[in-house]
């Protein structure tokens, strides 16, 4: 009952609405503008991938040049633990030692006490 007055309030205040009155010059100014907008929003994209990479490679350049002296100090202490390793396994007998591509089996002689 509502909607039918509603209807004709609007039917008598002459705000009438019809799909398709549009003119031709409405139609070409819609699809105008919209490409435009189209256009504006992959550009305004563009500029903000650019913006987000350069800040990552900025970051990453940043790290990569405070962090170069601990990577440095890391490098020598892994070469240390591998020669210092090297030795040892040459000095300790009873185990399989890797010379090379070939491992060599160690006689192990088992010298803790049993139970």
Same mark, same amino acid.
């Given at each position: 009952? %509502? $909607?039918?007055?509603? %209807?004709?309030? +609007?039917? %008598?205040?002459?705000?009438?609405?019809? @799909?398709?009155?549009?003119? !031709?010059?409405?139609?070409v !100014?819609? #699809?105008?503008?919209?490409?435009?907008?189209?256009?504006?929003?992959?550009?305004?994209?563009?500029?903000?991938?650019?913006?987000?990479?350069?800040?990552?490679?900025? #970051?990453?350049? $940043?790290?990569?040049?405070?962090t170069?002296? +601990?990577?440095?100090?890391?490098?020598?202490?892994?070469?240390?633990?591998?020669?210092?390793?090297?030795?040892?396994v040459?000095?300790? @007998?009873?185990?399989?030692m890797d010379?090379?591509?070939?491992?060599?089996?160690?006689? $192990?002689?088992?010298?803790s @006490?049993?139970?």
């Amino acid at each position: 009952m %509502q $909607f039918d007055k509603q %209807q004709d309030r +609007l039917g %008598q205040s002459g705000a009438t609405m019809r @799909p398709g009155s549009q003119s !031709l010059l409405a139609k070409v !100014l819609a #699809i105008v503008i919209g490409a435009a907008l189209l256009v504006v929003g992959f550009a305004v994209s563009l500029v903000m991938l650019a913006v987000v990479l350069g800040a990552g490679i900025v #970051i990453g350049g $940043f790290v990569w040049w405070k962090t170069r002296d +601990l990577r440095k100090h890391l490098r020598e202490q892994a070469m240390r633990a591998q020669q210092t390793h090297g030795q040892q396994v040459r000095e300790r @007998p009873g185990q399989s030692m890797d010379i090379g591509d070939v491992v060599e089996d160690v006689e $192990f002689h088992d010298e803790s @006490p049993r139970k």
